[in-house]
T-cell receptor, first 115, second 117 residues
Framework: AQKVTQAQTEISVVEKEDVTLDCVYETRDTTYYLFWYKQPPSGELVFLIRRNSFDEQNEISGRYSWNFQKSTSSFNFTITASQVVDSAVYFCALSVAGGADGLTFGKGTHLIIQP | DAGITQSPRYKITETGRQVTLMCHQT?????MFWYRQDLGHGLRLIYY???????DKGEVPDGYVVSRSKTENFPLTLESATRSQTSVYFC????????????????FGPGTRLLVL
């Protein structure tokens, strides 16, 4: 069975600080995808990024960056120069090959950016 | 370009009543999913469908029924609502598994907030 752990239930930082959200996953499969989703206060789930297990390259998109390390089974998400609009709940998720039964989600990290 | 929509967005019902939550997607995605989101549990899969007329149980299927007569629609029915089914329900869709059979990115609807009194 798969498992995703987001140990940080809530993080509060002041605007412009950098913040990293941790995600640790467990799977016996060697082929899998990892995802991050954002859930702003309005409630919808917004897809941010997908990485496959074959590609450990880090990715940067504007102020967002993701660090994928298979050695530690982690897929951490960093927001640089945080802004109030980044306030949301962020979910890490995992899917495995042949696992057509949906995504396995972590319980989410509530990020609060204070002005 | 509507994407994926859910209706109603909010619903209040009473214990024992039947409730149907609707989900419609315009991408012609073959896969569709229903999740529920509860505090302390995150998102949990209720049912999913790989194609029209093909459905299967997820992690928490008890008390729910689904059908998929058309590719674009995937309704979720609570046959006899209970208070424990008070939750936010999300529908999602994705393309068929691609690389090495990996489940593709799921795109979510806006959610339905259900309150069972």
């Amino acid at each position: 069975a798969q498992k995703v752990t987001q140990a940080q239930t809530e993080i509060s930082v002041v605007e412009k600080e950098d913040v990293t959200l941790d995600c640790v996953y467990e799977t016996r499969d060697t082929t899998y995808y990892l995802f991050w989703y954002k859930q702003p206060p309005s409630g919808e789930l917004v897809f941010l990024i997908r990485r496959n297990s074959f590609d450990e390259q880090n990715e940067i998109s504007g102020r967002y960056s993701w660090n994928f390390q298979k050695s530690t089974s982690s897929f951490n998400f960093t927001i640089t120069a945080s802004q109030v609009v980044d306030s949301a709940v962020y979910f890490c998720a995992l899917s495995v090959a042949g696992g057509a039964d949906g995504l396995t989600f972590g319980k989410g990290t509530h990020l609060i950016i204070q002005p | 370009d509507a994407g994926i929509t859910q209706s109603p967005r909010y619903k209040i019902t009473e214990t024992g009543r039947q409730v149907t939550l609707m989900c419609h997607q315009t991408w012609s995605h073959s896969y569709m999913f229903w999740y529920r989101q509860d505090l302390g549990h995150g998102l949990r899969l209720i049912y999913y469908s790989a194609a029209a007329d093909i459905t299967d149980k997820g992690e928490v299927p008890d008390g729910y029924v689904v059908s998929r007569s058309k590719t674009e629609n995937f309704p979720l029915t609570l046959e006899s609502a209970t208070r424990s089914q008070t939750s936010v329900y999300f529908c999602a869709s994705s393309e068929s598994p691609g690389l090495a059979g990996l489940q593709e990115t799921q795109y979510f609807g806006p959610g339905t907030r259900l309150l069972v009194l």
